[in-house]
């Protein structure tokens, strides 16, 4: 069974950085569409960024320039690095994939 988990949310003052990381499990990791979505309290769901088998990204406008997908099909993970944090990044941020959601991971962008 397709198993997501992600790791590295915390606290972080704005202007500033973190990385968070999803283990994947139970798929075909190299062949698959690695994705972080993001939903803010009393919000909708949204995607945050993806990254296809051949490592093509596509970004949400709103993390353009400032957010990073990254993956390591030899360690089935999938990275987002993100700089310039903004208070309006809080969120949880879900990893996805194959019909599949992690159980997400709390960012908090406050000082």
């Known amino acids: 069974q397709v198993q997501l988990v992600e790791s590295g949310g915390g606290l972080v003052q704005p202007g500033g950085s973190l990385r968070i990381s999803c283990a994947a499990s139970?798929?075909?990791?190299?062949?698959?569409?690695m994705g972080w979505y993001r939903q803010a309290p009393g919000k909708q769901r949204d995607l945050v960024a993806n990254?296809?088998?051949?490592?093509?990204?596509n970004y949400a406008d709103f993390v353009k320039g400032r957010f990073t997908i990254s993956r390591d099909n030899a360690k089935k993970m999938v990275y987002l690095q993100m700089n310039s944090l903004k208070p309006e990044d809080t969120a949880i941020y879900y990893c996805?994939?194959?019909?599949?959601w992690g159980q997400g991971t709390q960012v908090t962008v406050s000082s």
């Open positions: 990254m296809d088998s051949r490592g093509t990204s």
């Open positions: 996805y994939t194959s019909d599949v």
């Open positions: 139970g798929i075909s990791f190299s062949t698959a569409v």
